[in-house]
């Protein structure tokens, strides 16, 4: 609130809300600004604690006879009743400039008779929500620190030689606190009264999830404290029917995503959709949640880790078991479910089995590759999340099935990262269990994500997955395993040694009529001609390919053979052809959102443009690819790229 809000000139009276999460400094933002704005007032100040987190609140009338008294109303002369005593109050600063501080509001109820009735006074109020029914206010919503902000309060209280010395630990503490300024100032106060104390030693002793709330006090300033205000008035306020605040709080604490959405948190909580929203909107009115997007939530950090403590001190230990089991294998057949939607060749393989839901909680359905596409990229860190939660529960069978039913993300997104992490988890759970089949599928899909960075590790998985299936007798998958192999020596540039491999991966493949992964053998076939400079082989390779990928309705794979058939008619000096062949591949890439293989065709259509001399349109194509791959992390790539557009502007310039 500024000096010229409540300027006593403006006819209308200026109440400014102050909210936000427990322990962001609301009282204190409020005496500040109050010190601030002293002059502006010079009547005076009234301040009152309403104590709106305590089971007892101070009740309006209290505080209006307490308020007429500082105003020199004389203790006998108050009135008893509650409106003659608002009445007297406003009027005893009708033809005053006073600001009025009500710190820590319950609700608008608690702070309407509180109100003067004059535009010459003005209101700051404090509360831990929004009080969006309190009508003329204005909302000063608080959020964190940013880490810029943090690191300077975190520093001005242990001092900057200090904070200097240190500066990964620093950083470190900061990270922990997460932007709350209360456990900022806690960190900062423990270190200022323990001069012999290096950073470091603090930030491992808040490294420990379970004991850091412990580690969040000092003097009478407390986080656990804070929290527990919040989250008592949350079983006060609690209704009749539907889900229980409190307990879907502390559910959500025992969670370790980033994020949730309303329909995991309803398998979380084993509970209709419709009541859990209701209850995830209670949370967020009073501010122990935050909805960044319409249905999705977040806890921050801190808040977390106390519902995890309370999870841990009040709920069941089956049920808490019960709760993450049910969220796990949601994300498991929902991650199905989208896997099937985005590459329908992902059923000519036998599926991941997954077990059925728990009665009343249900996988999301996805009617178009997109839909399934955008949930896999709002959950993309959750997935992760979720694989390693899995693990450490001991649940080995989600923890293996669910990252192999989100590769066809991972792939198509170019999300190795997240690939690569989640399947080293998925590869010691699947370990851990002895099921050998589900062993060659993780090692088949380590293997893809090596052999798409162009690395050799590639062939070691892809030949341990190969040895299994054999063992196993699964020659289908066997066949699958063996025609990544043969691509993963055309990745890495053994052209010849990928001709005889992707040969005998396309008997094998004909051997158990797999019609799918002989139309991929035959396109990784024609890309390997295509690079030995066998161009007639690879346009007829290539044709082959694009009859059958289009028989078993593959479009993406449709988009590879029309690439390469490109690819050969621009090598063999068909420009047209060439362009128009890759024009289509780039539209099925779009359409299917593969950015991948649209930064691929990209770069070619530059080429072609520019060997047709319209470098306009070269330049254009190329920068679009360059930024594709470099948004990937495609850096070689793009870096090439940036040669020839170097090389091209210099032709037109």
């Not at 009135?79 to 009500?102: F, G, H, K, S, W």
């Not at 249905?295 to 801190?302: E, M, S």
Request: hydrophobic share 45%; aromatic share 6%; glycine share 8%.
């Amino acid at each position: 609130m500024t000096a010229a809000m409540m300027n006593g000139a403006r006819p209308a009276l200026a109440v400014a809300v102050v909210a936000g999460a427990p322990g962001l400094g609301k009282t204190a933002l409020a005496i500040h600004a109050a010190h601030a704005l002293r002059r502006d007032f010079p009547d005076g100040q009234l301040y009152v604690s309403l104590r709106g987190g305590s089971e007892q609140p101070v009740p309006p009338d209290e505080v209006l006879a307490r308020f007429l008294r500082d105003l020199g109303v004389d203790g006998a002369r108050i009135p008893v009743d509650a409106e003659e005593r608002a009445a007297l109050y406003r009027t005893r600063l009708a033809e005053r400039q006073m600001l009025i501080v009500l710190d820590d509001a319950r609700n608008a109820a608690q702070v309407r008779p509180l109100l003067p009735g004059t535009g010459s006074c003005a209101v700051i109020v404090t509360s831990r929500h929004r009080l969006s029914d309190l009508a003329g206010s204005r909302l000063i919503d608080l959020d964190v620190l940013d880490d810029p902000e943090a690191t300077e309060l975190f520093t001005r209280i242990i001092g900057a030689e200090r904070a200097d010395a240190e500066p990964d630990a620093v950083r470190d503490v900061v990270a922990i606190c997460a932007g709350l300024p209360l456990a900022i100032r806690i960190a900062g106060a423990r270190l200022a009264a323990r001069r012999g104390w290096k950073i470091r030693s603090l930030a491992n002793r808040l490294a420990d999830q379970r004991r850091r709330i412990d580690e969040l006090t000092a003097g009478d300033l407390a986080v656990r404290a804070c929290f527990q205000v919040s989250f008592d008035a949350l079983a006060r306020g609690k209704s009749g029917g539907g889900a229980d605040p409190a307990s879907l709080f502390r559910m959500l604490g025992l969670w370790q995503g980033p994020s949730i959405g309303l329909h995991g948190a309803a398998a979380l909580a084993g509970q209709p959709e419709a009541l859990v929203g209701d209850s995830l909107e209670v949370l967020v009115d009073a501010h122990l949640l935050e909805s960044p997007a319409p249905d999705r939530y977040r806890l921050h950090d801190l808040l977390r880790d106390y519902a995890a403590e309370r999870a841990r001190a009040d709920e069941p230990a089956q049920a808490a078991e019960e709760a993450v089991h049910r969220l796990l294998g949601w994300y498991l057949s929902t991650a199905d479910a989208a896997a099937s939607i985005v590459a329908p060749p992902y059923r000519d393989r036998v599926p991941v089995p997954v077990d059925p839901l728990q009665p009343g909680c249900q996988p999301l359905s996805f009617a178009t590759s997109g839909q399934a596409l955008h949930w896999f990229e709002q959950e993309r860190g959750n997935l992760v999340a979720a694989t390693r939660q899995a693990a450490s529960y001991g649940l080995h069978d989600i923890a293996w099935k669910l990252p192999v039913a989100a590769v066809v993300c991972f792939d198509r997104h170019g999300y190795r990262a997240e690939w690569l992490t989640t399947h080293r988890i998925a590869l010691a759970s699947v370990r851990e269990l002895g099921d050998r089949r589900g062993e060659a599928w993780v090692l088949n899909n380590l293997g893809m994500v090596f052999g798409r960075q162009g690395l050799s590790d590639a062939i070691g998985y892809f030949e341990q997955a190969v040895a299994i299936l054999d063992e196993v007798g699964d020659r289908r998958e066997q066949a699958r395993a063996a025609n990544n192999l043969a691509f993963t020596y055309l990745v890495l540039g053994r052209y010849q040694e990928a001709v005889t491999a992707l040969l005998g991966a396309l008997e094998l493949q004909r051997e158990v009529g797999r019609r799918y992964g002989e139309g991929v053998a035959l396109c990784n076939l024609g890309e390997a001609y295509l690079e030995l400079g066998r161009h007639e082989e690879a346009i007829a390779r290539s044709q082959e390919a694009l009859a059958i990928v289009r028989e078993v309705g593959s479009v993406r794979d449709e988009g590879y053979a029309l690439y390469n058939l490109g690819r050969a008619h621009l090598e063999l000096g068909h420009p047209a052809e060439a362009s128009d062949l890759l024009d289509q591949a780039l539209a099925i890439h779009r359409a299917a959102g593969n950015r991948y293989g649209e930064a691929q065709v990209m770069e070619h259509i530059g080429t072609a443009r520019a060997r047709s001399g319209q470098l306009a349109d070269a330049d254009r194509a190329w920068t679009h690819a360059r930024d594709l791959f470099r948004g990937l992390g495609e850096d070689a790539q793009a870096e090439l790229i940036d040669a020839q557009l170097e090389d091209l502007r210099a032709r037109r310039a």
